[in-house]
T-cell receptor
């Protein structure tokens, strides 16, 4: 199947700093990518839909100014957590592909905000 | 909004026993997908069902999509320790709504 990578795989930062997470589709082009957040022992919650060349679409309750999404190319989407706080600590996962087929998930990024 | 619930939330089984997780949606689903997430890992796609009443098998795993397309089930026959993980159902194309998940623990 298709491969989606994420970088970094884990990051620890101080409260108030910003963190950028990259999501890349390695062997296919993705006009649309999705960002999910997963808190411990919970399910995945869709945060936003990243659209290449246009603004991201955010789910209800997700602050667009806090979670900046940029889909710069057909193979790269970035999620920037601005002014991170401890409550933002979570597992962030991106996905790409789909249509009427499966979604391919990245390995995830574990963010810990001290 | 759409809610997708799974029961049970947790299940411990002895190796060799069968396991079933049930998925129920508050609305009709266009499709149902099943994912497996190992501890510390990311969701891995298992299968997709599209047709009402559809049943698909993958070795020891049997997936079923309800007639009303609002529920689904995953049944594992003769569980093995490699089956450990959390199983999620999910509905929708691209923009996927995940179920609450069932965590399976297999006791050797």
């Amino acid at each position: 199947g298709a491969v989606v990578s994420q970088h970094p795989s884990w990051v620890i930062c101080k409260s108030g700093t910003s963190v950028k997470i990259e999501c890349r589709s390695l062997d296919f082009q993705a006009t649309t990518m999705f960002w999910y957040r997963q808190f411990p022992k919970q399910s995945l919650m869709l945060m936003a839909t990243s659209n290449e060349g246009s603004k991201a679409t955010y789910e209800q309750g997700v602050e667009k100014d806090k979670f900046l999404i940029n889909h710069a190319s057909l193979t790269l989407s970035t999620l920037t957590v601005t002014s991170a706080h401890p409550e933002d600590s979570s597992f962030y996962i991106c996905s790409a592909g789909g249509g009427r087929d499966e979604q391919f998930f990245g390995p995830g990024t574990r963010l810990t905000v001290l | 909004g759409q809610q997708v619930m799974q029961i049970p939330q947790y299940q411990h089984v002895q190796e060799g026993e069968d396991f079933t997780t049930y998925c129920n949606s508050s609305t009709t689903l266009s499709n149902i997908q099943w994912y497996k997430q190992r501890p510390g890992g990311h969701p891995v796609f298992l299968i997709q069902l599209v047709k009402s009443g559809e049943v698909k098998k993958q070795k020891r795993l049997t997936f079923q999509f309800g007639e009303a397309k609002k529920n689904s089930s995953l049944h594992i026959t003769a569980t093995q320790t490699t089956d450990v993980g959390t199983y999620f159902c999910a509905g929708g194309y691209q923009k996927v709504t995940f179920g609450t998940g069932t965590k399976l623990q297999v006791i050797p």
